[in-house]
């Protein structure tokens, strides 16, 4: 079995990470992990969370990879008991001193985090040793390394690495630019991510004229990161070791992870069902494309991918569809919608679910007190459309554009 592994910014991601297809959740309660700009679970939504996912028989484990200083652990003595009382399955930790807190205060399992920068066999068993049972990968390895690494581990060590998502330009993530131009420390979870800022260079004696940063054949646009995406590949990530595959994106939308997750869950489902035969389907890369993203990259996979490869020249986002909104009911011939994005009666949309997607046209368009209406344009109001099939309340609205 391979594990698909997904984030949640709060408890509705949860639920809908699960219902499309992960098989494990990674989130942050409201102190010591790296997410500050997620929601993150109070500890009444964190109970209610691990209930949901373990009634499917699911996983949840939770974020305690702060790096800190003297006084940012205090109250984790108790916060640990907690979580093990809840029954999470496992913690991700990067620091010794809380390692050794986890240890000290519970059983829980724990993970080492990619901000631990575990390049190596001799990094892991050193962890594993003292009690580790999973390694996430620095993010600069190639499928090679990976293949020595678990070559050379116990083989109940499972290793973790990220398969797509937002990548830092800082090694494993360990940053100090955003505290250093900002005041809000990455390594406590606040990154004010500075480096997709958009830099000018100004020589000393012509204030007011700006020279742009770019790409060149000599060099690189500063540290602005391309995108990881890894579904053209995701067999040979299997096939190196990777018993977890991980999506980055805790302060992504529902919408975002549910499509993210149909595309993955796809491909690895079709690679174990028949590994010897598997074939890569352009319809999953054509799905990871209908979300937002900056250009994508295929990391450090490959090998150094060098300055083109890892850096893009613009933080722009682009995407394929048009995110318009949340299904909330199908209930006598018609479809309720909590809209996100304007809709226009005659628009052709698609609605896709958990395991099934179709074609949608707005036909009878109206308002909350059912009034026919041209266009819908308020957000978070709720329109309706005819419709005559089966929808649950986790579908989604989107406009393909591209």
């Not at 005041?183 to 700006?210: F, S, T, V």
Request: charged letters at 30%.
């Amino acid at each position: 079995m391979i594990e698909l592994l997904a984030p949640a910014g709060d408890l509705n991601r949860l639920k809908i990470a699960i219902d499309y297809g992960a098989d494990a959740i990674y989130l942050g309660g409201m102190s010591f992990g790296l997410r500050k700009g997620a929601t993150n679970f109070t500890r009444e939504e964190m109970i209610e969370g691990v209930k949901y996912a373990h009634e499917r028989n699911k996983k949840v484990y939770v974020t305690l990879n702060i790096i800190p200083h003297e006084g940012d652990t205090d109250g984790i003595e108790e916060y640990i008991v907690f979580l093990e009382d809840i029954g999470v399955d496992a913690v991700i930790v990067s620091d010794p001193g809380i390692f050794n807190k986890v240890k000290k205060y519970s059983n829980l399992e724990i993970h080492i985090s990619t901000q631990g920068s575990v390049t190596n066999a001799a990094t892991a068993n050193f962890w594993y040793e003292l009690g580790a049972k999973r390694i996430v990968l620095a993010r600069e390895l190639s499928l090679d390394e990976i293949k020595k690494i678990r070559e050379n581990i116990p083989d109940d060590m499972d290793l973790e690495a990220f398969c797509h998502g937002a990548m830092c330009m800082s090694y494993s993530g360990r940053c100090l630019i955003s505290s250093y131009m900002t005041g809000r420390d990455a390594n406590l979870g606040d990154c004010a991510h500075p480096c997709r800022y958009k830099y000018y260079l100004m020589e000393e004696k012509r204030p007011g004229e700006y020279f742009p940063i770019e790409e060149t054949e000599g060099g690189t646009y500063l540290m602005n990161s391309r995108d990881l995406k890894t579904i053209t590949f995701i067999d040979k990530l299997i096939e190196a070791g990777i018993y977890s595959l991980k999506i980055e994106g805790r302060i992504k939308s529902a919408f975002y992870i549910a499509t993210i997750l149909r595309a993955y869950r796809s491909a690895i489902d079709a690679y174990m069902a028949d590994p010897e035969n598997y074939k890569f389907d352009e319809i999953w890369d054509r799905e990871v494309l209908m979300t937002s993203h900056r250009p994508f990259t295929d990391g450090f996979f490959f090998g150094n991918p060098g300055g083109e490869g890892q850096f893009s020249k613009s933080s722009a986002y682009t995407s394929m569809s048009q995110y318009k909104g949340d299904v909330v009911k199908s209930e006598d011939g018609r479809l309720y919608i909590n809209l996100k994005n304007g809709i226009n009666e005659g628009d052709e949309l698609e609605m896709i679910g958990p395991k099934s997607s179709c074609d949608l046209k707005v036909c009878d368009l109206r308002d909350e007190k059912f009034k026919q209406v041209e266009r819908a344009n308020i957000p978070n109001s709720i329109y309706s459309i005819k419709y005559d099939g089966e929808a649950e309340n986790n579908f989604f609205i989107r406009k393909v554009v591209k």
